[in-house]
């Protein structure tokens, strides 16, 4: 018999949250573009107070910036906002990853099924999964950290960046780049190489960083 808990239904407004997130990876919203309740509400059939609500909520985490008679606008990042999350990112991530004794395998298999499924959404291009599953990938070996507060912080850091996320899965080179340090992670818990792991994020968050950095000045150069 299966003992697992039932799934908790979403709310209208969860459910609204939730798309708007997945629309704005996929790049159907760019960051700076305007978001529209009634557009929302006609789109996905939904009250204006479940999608104002929403709204609010996305606006709370970061990722929707308000303005008096502008409305909701996705938010954008300045590119020293962008290097104070790599700085912040840098040091709390090191923290987890110095703190990682022993990956087990449990976690080692896990992190090598989101590293299958991140393949198979790099050849469908689905960029949604391929975000979604490269940050499953990554948060499965600092869970091992077991440190939860500092997990939280981090995982705000990397949503804060979605507005770009479909610009960076765009190039080629990033996303095979991506599956090198997938295999490699792997690699290296199973031998319990921590010092090798923090050296091989630390070039990776570089890189990163200094992607992310030429597409936010590309975007503030192509204003619409």
Not at 13 to 22: I, M, S
Not at 23 to 36: H, K, N, T
Not at 71 to 82: H, P, Q, W
Not at 156 to 171: F, H, I, M, V
């Amino acid at each position: 018999m299966d003992s697992s808990p039932p799934q908790r239904s979403l709310t209208t407004q969860e459910f609204v949250a939730q798309e708007l997130r997945n629309s704005i990876i996929r790049g159907e919203f760019r960051a700076g573009e305007s978001v529209l309740q009634e557009a929302l509400s006609e789109k996905w059939k939904v009250s204006r107070t479940s999608v104002r609500e929403a709204l609010r909520t996305l606006q709370a985490e970061g990722t929707l910036t308000y303005r008096p008679r502008r409305g909701y606008t996705v938010s954008t990042l300045a590119l020293d906002e962008i290097d104070e999350i790599f700085e912040v990112r840098d040091l709390l991530e090191t923290k987890m990853l110095r703190s990682v004794e022993r990956v087990d395998e449990s976690a080692i298999d896990a992190m090598t099924d989101a590293s299958k499924k991140f393949a198979r959404a790099a050849d469908e291009h689905d960029l949604l999964a391929m975000s979604d599953t490269n940050r499953a990938f990554h948060f499965q070996l600092f869970a091992c950290a077991q440190q939860s507060r500092t997990l939280a912080i981090v995982q705000s850091l990397w949503e804060s960046t979605n507005p770009y996320r479909a610009a960076y899965w765009q190039d080629e080179q990033v996303v095979a780049h991506t599956l090198r340090i997938q295999q490699r992670s792997i690699d290296l818990a199973r031998l319990g190489d921590g010092d090798a792991l923090v050296e091989m994020y630390k070039n990776y968050r570089r890189a990163t960083h200094s992607q992310l950095r030429d597409i936010i000045q590309d975007s503030a150069n192509n204003k619409f």
